[in-house]
């Protein structure tokens, strides 16, 4: 008899963007004239820009010719792109890595979900609370994060980040945290973490011998110059974190998919009897079994953002969206609305007014507005009473969406 692994059954059935979906096509049935606008899902909308679809193109025509033709590449991916990781995204901020620290993935969401196979079962995990679920679900499914009571897992530390804490997580003090989540800037608050504020996280991890793990995923979004873009920035990091990276965000691969993770050398774990182990080599064998490594041509269209076209086009998406935050920061403010967000993340977090639930403003909006947001509840307990607008929509979207939630507003 085949057992199941019945952790999987302890979760929930419905994903928030599926209940999302389903509120939204109860809505377009009993309004089929209304024209929804969804400020909702995070996905981008604008286009591969051309210096990345020009290295596709010339990556596609050598698998075409008997030299060119690449099968099975390295699992770790290819050194041409993860020579211009270092050099591009670490060594101009004074961070050295060796380039057997970098480790291609296919989109950070596998790496962020897959590198809890690391640790053991019964290591405490921490969160920040609203936070991406992809960390506490994967922790579920192979049991080490409890059972699910009233919106909560049993063995999953959170870590509340709400407009009364800036934001910022404290440290947890009553108890010990093996392995904590930070993601900045954070999805879904839009929220950031200065150096300072990051050196207390990193000189706790290593006080207490806690691994960290950063899902950097929008740090191109950062333009404050104090806002660390790794946390590789902090001294002591390389001890205590794994860093994820991503092209979704960064240059519209959310179907291309491509990123990278850093795992450092210096980084080590325990046995129980107390020897240490460093973590590079297994995540590598971890992946050498697993994963057959990202397909060339992502990774060839992934090197392109470094050339000096590449930058400047992918900035100029960036830009685009960034414009979109700021009119809605703006607009959202001007109507009278508790705005978080915005300026470092495309991502705007906003509570709801008169102390509506996440899910009672996700549904005025859509019936008043017709305009979709995500409830923020759908992201963690202390998301309730807030909903998420991200800034990926065209300009024409956005501007609309405002528009209607001004004349709807008032
Ligand atoms: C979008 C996102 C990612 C990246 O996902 P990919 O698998 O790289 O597309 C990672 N972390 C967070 C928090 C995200 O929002």
Redesign the pocket.
Known sequence: MALVNEHFLKLPNNYLFADIAKKVNAFKVTHPKADVISLGI?DVTQPLCPAVIEAMHKAVDEMGTAEGFRGYGPELGYEFLREAILKNDFLPRGIHLDIDEIFIND????D?GNIQELIRWDNSIGVTDPI?PVYIDSNVMIGRAGVLNDGRWSNVIYMPCTAENGFIPSIPEDCHVDVIYL?YPN?PTGTVISKQELRRWVNYALKNDTLIFY?A?YQAYITDPDIPRSIYEIRGARKCAIE?H?Y??TAGF?GVRC?YTIVPKDLTAATLDGKRIPLNPLWNRRQSTKFNGTNYISQRAAEAIYTPDGRQQVQQTIDYYMQNAHQMLDTLRRLGYECYGGENAPYIWMRTPDTSSSWQFFEQLLYGANVVCTPGVGFGPSGEGYVRFTAFGSHEHTEEALDRIEKWSK
């Open positions: 995070g989109g950070a969401k596998s962020t991406y993601c999805n899902d995923a994820f991503s979704s965000k959310t990123g």
